[in-house]
């Protein structure tokens, strides 16, 4: 399964949007609401409640993506997501509010990279773990599938 990059960095820049009003109400409701963003996205990147809105709302007005990208390493990235945000929302949930909020800003750095510079740092682990074991990934393909 291929994603369109732009969809990707559209998911990072509403993730980032969300972690700053976590940071800034300390809801660890609303943190939860996020683990369950990751969630649903890790389970199926390209049904992802983000991916969703940007294939409604955006996608239409775009023209068709030059490349696209794995969804393996999207989907690594959502579960490192989730290993970040689901501890900061229970920690907001029982009283340890400044553990929440570090994790949470270390997933907003991560996000707001991705988001506005396409770095994705779980993608890139993921691939670099691929290289590591002997089978790389390339990060992106065009998007007629034929490799220049």
Known sequence: MLLDPRGVRFA??????????????GSGWL????????????????RGPYGLLY??????????????EPAAPVRFAQLVGL???LPAALGY?????????VLIAAALVAAFLNAAFGLCLGCEAYLAMRRFTGRPLPARVP??????
């Open 12 to 25: 990072a820049a509403l993730t980032s949007l969300v972690l700053v009003l976590v940071l800034v109400t």
């Open 31 to 46: 943190a939860l609401a996020q683990a369950a963003v990751f969630a649903a996205t890790a389970a199926v990147p390209a």
């Open 55 to 68: 294939k409604a709302l955006v996608a239409p007005r775009l023209a068709p993506a030059d490349a696209r």
């Open 83 to 85: 290993a970040f945000v």
């Open 93 to 101: 949930l029982l009283g340890a509010p400044v553990f929440g909020a």
């Open 143 to 148: 998007a007629d599938g034929v490799k220049n």
